[in-house]
């Protein structure tokens, strides 16, 4: 019994030695003081955003449908009121579904200073991915990512 367990320990032991060690330089020397796009956030701001153009694409296919809809209704007169009423009421709703999709982004001014030198910039980038002030991080393509 106890040749078993030593067995498998000294397996183990020997799998475990086998297994690569991968360094902090191989994972892009996020953590060397002397990188030159590391450094720490100093502010974040939260920046809003909203679309600003507004197209009415929904007010006129609402409009077309509710007056497609309201001619399928009555005869004569009645038809061409119901028509006209059936594409003001799509053209609302359409308006209103269209407000209601739009979405707003919201930016983030992400300042930063930079290990080497020392210099301040400010970055604007759609996501925060969760840092905070004082967080280490690593400036890839323009955008401010968390070095881990």
Aim: net charge positive.
């Amino acid at each position: 019994m106890l040749n078993r367990i030593l067995l498998t320990a000294v397996s183990l032991f020997l799998i475990a030695s086998c297994v690569p060690v991968q360094n902090v330089q191989a994972r892009g020397n996020y953590y060397d003081r002397d990188c030159e796009a590391c450094g720490r956030i100093i502010r974040i701001e939260s920046i809003g955003q909203r679309g600003s153009n507004h197209l009415g694409g929904g007010a006129v296919l609402g409009a077309i449908v509710g007056g497609a809809l309201g001619n399928q209704v009555g005869k004569g007169d009645g038809r061409k009121a119901a028509t006209i009423v059936g594409a003001l009421a799509g053209g609302a709703v359409g308006h209103d579904i269209e407000k209601e999709r739009r979405y707003s982004r919201t930016y983030y001014r992400i300042t930063v200073r930079m290990d080497r030198g020392g210099r301040t910039y400010s970055f604007e980038q759609p996501d925060d991915f969760r840092m905070r002030r004082g967080d280490r991080v690593y400036i890839d393509n323009g955008y401010v990512v968390p070095a881990r």
